[in-house]
């Protein structure tokens, strides 16, 4: 029996795509507490989440590109270019210049959603292109040079950075992320023709829905996001680099597959991202714990994400892979 | 020892909802040329594609040289002698003819990891001239006529003689669709040469061509072998009548239910241009009233309902409908105005198989479930069972995917879906291929229920006799014209061969 047979047979004895991650993240949660009796106090779980915050918002925005069943890798360079849009603007604008970092990751996203829908150019090189474009003007804007938010500035971070009842704010900005993005594909019809789209989109063009436009949006949403993700950044680091957001890109994909959004569209969702993050952060504490060097955590993730896909995709739909 | 080349024993095959090969069984002899005709969905495809490995069946067996074997790609079957001319065909436009005629089996230009060119051509030259085919194999395929290519096609077929040391079977899937008389002359010359050296199995569903060229045919219908003739000794009219097999019963199509049309212009289509496809279409659709068309592939039958559905956009032309002038190209301008689309492609472009029955009911007109700008699940879920309900589908539930769905049930989704948007027009592309006789007579119970009700139909029927039972109008189209429009009132239906006539 193949490698292939194999995996497919296990694919089709359940259900695995719906039940393993919720049942990897339960597994990991008891290997941790085991490990370390004091991963499951409330504190540590609070802390987690706010270390989880910024890479849960990139992977809701990227889990409705991969729910189309494209691919935004422009996200890590736009997130960075918002932390350093945002740490250049604070001096003059004030609160405003958070508004713009986000207004600049609506037009990256619109960007990379009109070059992939109008030229017709397939998303993973649309915005590799975008990837190149982003990380150089960000290197040529910033100098190649972290700039901080001055000690007179710092004050216009605390929305981020500070605390309410004890909780860090940006855990609470992160589940209200989580909630609109959860009412968007849930309960509206962005969300109803992105799925759709995912699922078969020569139907729903004859359904009569304009595909081009919701693909832009999506891809204006998945770009927002990575720039709120960088706001975030720039708020907690107190500053902004060209390098703010590396390692963001596999991470946040990796959420997205872990949590059992299919690769090739269609199926998936925010909730099962909130679960791959989860899984994620988990697997960062483990690392750490077992003493994993935290340059090599890159190459768990790649593998990870190539088991995780190798483990839900359905091949019956796809004969040929390119 | 039988003198059997080919042997098909008790083959059966099921898809969801659907006995496509029942209990069949066949043979080919040696230098025989043996024809199947059968109607659309009688089985003949499913049959072909045991024959190259792409179907498994699940039940029966297939003997080669009276030994039974087990095909499981196309790459096996030519190991045992068994290749195909496929009605798309199969050649690479991007090669060149040789790379395409020795295509996966390279080998024997092979030395040191190089291929040696020279000897490749001389190799296809010989290919080539089997079929009496004088052209430079190192020509792009892209550069050949379809013609051309096709005798390319039957030269790499007959390649397996050298390669596999048996006598070839060589299977022509439905191979004069688009070629001109001339070339359909040629490659029955051809084909009759090769007779010599190989077996052949021809598929058609032009009576005539199988008379002319085969020695044996054998006639399917409804996924069975109904009857086996030597070729000498039946005719076009009683392949005819064992090919549609039932009588045509008057109530089949619920002819009795047809009415009269009404005076009201639903759809007005006017001078619609699109070069190489159609041009100078022209008809009306009253209220209530079903036109078929008629024609065969390449018509240009399919394009224009495409065009009407906005699917396609015309180089010129108008379409109204109701009056009204249509944006065209737009699925979504004839959406609003009220044209629905069945499409052939049921699982490509009827549904979104990945999705349950509620949101690609809801898919082309959500406003039925948004409330203050959400949509609620609720109403939707209650709108697809109020369908499941309407239009009896079987299903596991209003959650089930429609993947799971037999092709019957998915069809009644796909009507379900436009019936919801207040439909005018429906153009329906074979609205019963591949659904169980049972599913067909509701689908054609519905069409005449719903046309009592106004709404109007342009219809490309599965068969001759499907137009002919459900129309009104029949239009007859022909290399993209439209050649005759007949009246078909319920008691003074025209004849297939009046309608033949048209089309060819």
């Known amino acids: ?196 789209i995912g699922a078969g989109e020569k139907a729903t063009r004859v359904s009569g829905v304009p595909i081009e436009r919701y693909k832009t949006l999506a891809f204006v949403l998945c770009g927002t996001l990575a720039a709120f993700t960088g706001v975030l950044l720039s708020a907690r680091m107190a500053g902004g680099s060209a390098r703010m957001a590396d390692g963001f890109l596999m991470k946040a994909i990796a959420v997205v597959i872990l949590g059992g959004t299919a690769i090739s569209g269609g199926i998936g969702g925010v909730l099962r991202t909130f679960i791959g993050v989860l899984i994620v952060m988990t697997l960062d504490v483990g690392m750490n714990m077992i003493g994993i060097n935290p340059w090599f955590q890159q190459a768990v993730y790649g593998g990870i994400i190539i088991l995780a896909v190798a483990l839900t995709i359905d091949r019956s739909r796809i004969t040929i892979i390119k | 020892m039988s003198d059997y080349l080919l042997e098909v024993r008790n083959v059966s095959k099921s898809f969801p909802g659907v006995k496509a090969l029942d209990d069949v069984s066949l043979f080919v002899k040696p ?182 060229l085969t020695d044996r045919v054998y006639v399917f219908k409804d996924g069975r072998k109904v009857a086996e003739r030597a070729t000498s000794e039946t005719n076009v009219g009683e392949l005819h009548r064992l090919m549609v097999g039932r009588e045509i019963k008057g109530e089949y199509y619920r002819q009795g239910k047809q009415i009269e049309a009404g005076e009201e212009i639903v759809l007005q289509v006017k001078n619609l241009n699109q070069s190489g496809k159609f041009k100078d279409i022209n008809f009306e659709l009253h209220k209530g009233e079903i036109i078929g068309i008629a024609g065969v592939l390449g018509s240009g039958r399919e394009e224009v309902c495409r065009t009407i559905a906005g699917v396609d956009k015309p180089e010129s032309g108008t379409i109204q409908i109701n009056g009204t002038t249509l944006h065209l190209g737009s699925p979504s301008a004839a959406i609003n105005a009220g044209i629905g689309y069945v499409p052939q492609d049921r699982g490509g472009e009827g549904l979104v198989l990945y999705l349950s029955l509620g949101p690609n009911i809801t898919l082309p007109d959500m406003s039925q479930v948004m409330r203050s700008g959400l949509v609620n699940l609720k109403a939707e879920r209650q709108l697809a069972e109020r369908w499941i309900d309407r239009m009896k589908i079987k299903t596991p539930g209003a959650d089930a995917l429609c993947l799971n769905l037999s092709g019957g049930n998915q069809q009644k989704v796909v009507l379900s879906k436009w019936l919801a948007t207040k439909v005018k027009v429906f153009v329906l592309d074979h609205p019963t291929r591949g659904i169980d006789v049972g599913a067909k007579e509701e689908v054609y119970e519905l069409i005449r229920e719903l046309a009592k009700q106004g709404i109007a139909f342009l219809l490309i029927a599965d068969t001759l006799e499907e137009t002919i039972g459900l129309s009104n109008i029949i239009i007859t189209m022909k290399d993209g014209e439209i050649t005759r429009r007949m009246e078909s009132p319920p008691d003074n239906k025209p004849s297939p061969v009046d309608v033949i006539e048209g089309m060819m």
């Not at chain 1, 270019?81 to 713009?100: C, D, E, Q, R, S």
């Not at chain 2, 052949?200 to 032009?206: E, K, L, R, Y």
């Open chain 1, 1 to 196: 029996m193949s490698v292939l047979t194999r995996i497919n047979n296990v694919r089709k004895s359940t259900n695995l795509v719906d039940i393993m991650p919720i049942t990897t993240l339960i597994v990991l949660i008891i290997i941790m507490s085991i490990g370390s009796p004091r991963f499951l106090l409330p504190a540590s779980i609070l802390g987690l989440l706010a270390q989880s915050a910024t890479l849960l918002v990139m992977g809701l925005g990227e889990t409705f590109v991969i729910l189309l069943g494209s691919i935004d890798l422009s996200i890590a360079p736009v997130a960075a270019m918002a932390t350093i849009v945002a740490a250049m603007l604070i001096p003059k604008f004030g609160y405003l210049a958070f508004v713009i970092a986000l207004l600049f990751g609506v037009f990256a996203g619109w960007l990379t959603g009109f070059v992939h829908t109008r030229a017709k150019i397939p998303s993973f090189i649309a915005s590799l292109g975008a990837m190149g474009l982003w990380t150089g003007i960000g290197f040529v804007v910033s100098q190649a040079t972290p700039i901080t938010v001055t000690s007179d500035d710092i004050f216009l971070t605390k929305w981020v950075t500070g605390t309410t009842f004890g909780v860090d704010n940006v855990v609470y900005i992160a589940a209200v992320v989580l909630f609109i993005t959860f009412i968007l594909e849930k309960y509206t019809r962005f969300g109803r023709y992105v799925k759709a």
């Open chain 2, 31 to 212: 230098n025989e040329i043996v024809g199947l005709v059968g109607e659309n969905g009688a089985g003949k495809s499913t049959l072909l594609k045991i024959l190259i490995g792409a179907y498994h069946p699940d039940e029966g067996q297939v003997l080669i040289r009276d030994k039974p074997v087990e095909i499981r790609s196309v790459k096996e079957a030519e190991e045992h002698g068994l290749a195909m001319v496929f009605q798309e065909q199969s050649l690479l436009p991007n090669l060149t003819v040789r790379e395409n005629i020795f295509l996966a089996n390279e080998e024997q230009f092979i030395r040191y990891g190089v291929i040696n060119w020279k000897k490749m051509d001389q190799e296809a030259r010989r290919q080539l001239a089997k079929v009496e085919l004088d052209i430079d194999p190192a020509s792009y395929t892209s550069d050949l006529t379809f013609a051309t290519r096709q005798m390319v096609e039957l030269a790499r077929a007959m390649s397996l003689e050298d390669r596999t040391q048996y006598q070839p079977i060589v299977i022509l899937d439905e191979p004069t669709t688009v070629l001109e008389k001339a070339e359909k002359e040629l490659l029955f010359e051809r084909v009759r040469a090769l007779k010599d050296r190989a077996s052949i199995v021809f598929v058609s569903h032009h009576l005539d061509e199988i008379l002319e």
